[in-house]
C-alpha cells in the first residue's frame, strides 16, 4: 500500500463530523493549516458531486476522475481565495467545471465555443455507450443503464443542468452561479432535459436517479490518494 493509500485508510477515524455548517468551518480551519485529514474529509464529502459534474461535461469517467483531481489540487493550493460568501460544495463545483470545459476546448477544433452559455446547444443528439467499471457492473440494473443513457444523450448544457439540480438537488441558484449563467436558464434547460427524460424513460426516471454514475470504493480512493500524493502530505497524526 502506498503512503498516499495509507492515508486514505486512516484519515477518515482522525476528523469527527459535527454539524454541517459549523464542520464545513472546521474543515476549512485545519485545511488551511494544512491538515491531511481535514483535505481528506472534504474530498471524501464532495467526490460523487465533482465526478458528477465533470462527467456530465466530458461524457469520459478517466477525464473526469483527472478533472477531479486537478479541481481539488487548485483549491487545496488557494483556500485562502475561498471567501465563505458561497458554499464550499459551491466552490468547487465551479472550479470542477472551469476545469472540465477547458478540456472540453482543448478537445474541440480551433474556433470552438469559449463558454458554457455557448456550449452544446447545437450539440446533436447522440446515444452513447456506458463505461464498464468494477464498480458500475456491481450497481447497475436495467433501469439504471436506460437512464443513463438517456442522460447521456442529453445536449451537454441540458446535461450538466440536470446533473447538478435533478441528482445532486443543487438549488436553480446555486446551480447558476457553478455555470456562470442566469437562474432563468437553468429552469429553461432542466425543463427541456426533463421533457427529454420523459419522453425516452416514461416513468422510470424517479426510482433509478440516486444510484447513477456511482463514485465510490476504488475510485473514491484513487482521487484521494492521487491529490494526496501530489500535495506530498505526510500521513494524520
Given at each position: 500500500?502506498?503512503?498516499?493509500?495509507?492515508?486514505?485508510?486512516?484519515?477518515?477515524?482522525?476528523?469527527?463530523?459535527?454539524?454541517?455548517?459549523?464542520?464545513?468551518?472546521?474543515?476549512?480551519?485545519?485545511?488551511?493549516?494544512?491538515?491531511?485529514?481535514?483535505?481528506?474529509?472534504?474530498?471524501?464529502?464532495?467526490?460523487?458531486?465533482?465526478?458528477?459534474?465533470?462527467?456530465?461535461?466530458?461524457?469520459?469517467?478517466?477525464?473526469?476522475?483527472?478533472?477531479?483531481?486537478?479541481a481539488y489540487l487548485k483549491a487545496f493550493?488557494?483556500?485562502?481565495?475561498?471567501?465563505?460568501?458561497?458554499?464550499?460544495?459551491?466552490?468547487?463545483?465551479?472550479?470542477?467545471?472551469?476545469?472540465?470545459?477547458?478540456?472540453?476546448r482543448r478537445r474541440m477544433p480551433d474556433?470552438?465555443?469559449?463558454?458554457?452559455?455557448?456550449?452544446?446547444?447545437?450539440?446533436?443528439?447522440?446515444?452513447?455507450?456506458?463505461?464498464?467499471?468494477?464498480?458500475?457492473?456491481?450497481?447497475?440494473?436495467?433501469?439504471?443503464?436506460?437512464?443513463?443513457?438517456?442522460?447521456?444523450?442529453?445536449?451537454?448544457?441540458?446535461?450538466?443542468?440536470?446533473?447538478?439540480?435533478?441528482?445532486?438537488?443543487?438549488?436553480?441558484?446555486?446551480?447558476?452561479?457553478?455555470?456562470?449563467?442566469?437562474?432563468?436558464?437553468?429552469?429553461?434547460?432542466?425543463?427541456?432535459?426533463?421533457?427529454?427524460?420523459?419522453?425516452?424513460?416514461?416513468?422510470?426516471?424517479?426510482?433509478?436517479?440516486?444510484?447513477?454514475?456511482?463514485?465510490?470504493?476504488?475510485?473514491?480512493?484513487?482521487?484521494?490518494?492521487?491529490?494526496?500524493?501530489?500535495?506530498?502530505?505526510?500521513?494524520?497524526?
Amino acid at each position: 500500500m502506498t503512503k498516499a493509500m495509507a492515508t486514505v485508510a486512516a484519515a477518515a477515524t482522525h476528523f469527527p463530523r459535527p454539524a454541517a455548517a459549523e464542520d464545513e468551518a472546521a474543515l476549512l480551519a485545519a485545511a488551511r493549516k494544512g491538515n491531511t485529514a481535514a483535505f481528506e474529509a472534504i474530498m471524501r464529502r464532495h467526490n460523487r458531486l465533482l465526478f458528477r459534474t465533470a462527467r456530465a461535461i466530458l461524457q469520459h469517467e478517466a477525464d473526469a476522475e483527472e478533472v477531479v483531481q486537478e479541481a481539488y489540487l487548485k483549491a487545496f493550493l488557494h483556500l485562502d481565495g475561498f471567501a465563505g460568501a458561497s458554499r464550499l460544495s459551491t466552490w468547487l463545483v465551479k472550479i470542477t467545471v472551469n476545469e472540465a470545459l477547458a478540456r472540453l476546448r482543448r478537445r474541440m477544433p480551433d474556433g470552438a465555443p469559449e463558454g458554457m452559455a455557448d456550449l452544446a446547444e447545437d450539440t446533436t443528439m447522440r446515444q452513447t455507450t456506458a463505461e464498464t467499471s468494477p464498480e458500475a457492473a456491481a450497481a447497475q440494473g436495467e433501469i439504471r443503464r436506460l437512464l443513463e443513457a438517456a442522460i447521456d444523450a442529453l445536449p451537454q448544457a441540458q446535461r450538466t443542468v440536470f446533473m447538478l439540480r435533478a441528482v445532486e438537488e443543487f438549488s436553480t441558484e446555486d446551480t447558476a452561479t457553478c455555470l456562470g449563467i442566469p437562474a432563468d436558464t437553468v429552469k429553461t434547460r432542466l425543463h427541456r432535459a426533463k421533457q427529454q427524460l420523459r419522453r425516452r424513460l416514461q416513468h422510470r426516471v424517479a426510482a433509478a436517479l440516486t444510484d447513477t454514475f456511482p463514485f465510490a470504493g476504488a475510485r473514491c480512493d484513487r482521487v484521494v490518494a492521487g491529490v494526496l500524493s501530489r500535495l506530498d502530505r505526510p500521513p494524520p497524526g
